[in-house]
T-cell receptor, first 114, second 111 residues
């Protein structure tokens, strides 16, 4: 069964460093997303991406964040100058349909900022 | 942000019995309502959904009920099985697959 894969599974970084989280969505999907879950809190929407551009982004997704689909298979989330409060589990998701809510999530990348 | 509330952080049910998970929301603008299940060290997995024009959707052991006037969503699992033990997230969507999640309910199905 096709699945969304994410790397790394866990990354530890120093505050102020840049981090890139990588995702390989399911191959025939067209819509891509990043969500995050701070420990003990809700899963929160960060950004949606379609046709090589951002469709929507949340208030959390400020200038510190960026997304890219560099090669037609990978979908990356870059966090510039990480802060302590960026520590969270970051989930990538994809889907082939635009408006059903049925997303396929990866296993997540845990980011720890020290 | 209290748009979606799952007031029970945990629920314990005996195998074979019914599990009922509840969710309340405040914003009437959502178009579809979903339940996701999450095991430790895994991402959320879609379980079942219902559109705003329906009040019930059934899929095997899982049934989702929507009461729009009460702004209440529930998930019934019957019969409950040990493999159902997981965190269940209520999730609401209004377009573009931007989902608003609840805080989750940890379901434990005991033998």
């Amino acid at each position: 069964e096709p699945e969304v894969t994410q790397t790394p599974s866990h990354q530890v970084t120093q505050m102020g460093q840049e981090v890139i989280l990588r995702c390989v969505p399911i191959s025939n999907h067209l819509y891509f997303y990043w969500y995050r879950q701070i420990l003990g809190q809700k899963v929160e929407f960060l950004v949606s991406f379609y046709n090589n551009e951002i469709s929507e982004k949340s208030e959390i997704f400020d200038d510190q964040f960026s997304v890219e689909r560099p090669d037609g298979s990978n979908f990356t989330l870059k966090i510039r100058s990480t802060k302590l409060e960026d520590s969270a589990m970051y989930f990538c998701a994809s889907t082939g349909t635009s408006n059903t809510g049925e997303l396929f999530f990866g296993e997540g990348s845990r980011l720890t900022v020290l | 942000d209290q748009q979606v509330k799952q007031n029970s952080p945990s629920l314990s049910v005996q195998e074979g019995r019914i599990s009922i998970l509840n969710c309340d929301y405040t914003n009437s603008m959502f178009d579809y309502f979903l339940w996701y299940k999450k095991y430790p060290a895994e991402g959320p997995t879609f379980l079942i959904s219902i559109s705003s024009i329906k009040d019930k959707n059934e899929d095997g052991r899982f049934t989702v009920f929507l009461n729009k006037s009460a702004k209440h969503l529930s998930l019934h699992i019957v019969p409950s099985q040990p493999g159902d033990s997981a965190v269940y997230f209520c999730s609401l969507g209004g377009g573009g697959n931007k989902l608003t999640f609840g805080t989750g309910t940890q379901l434990k199905v005991e033998l």
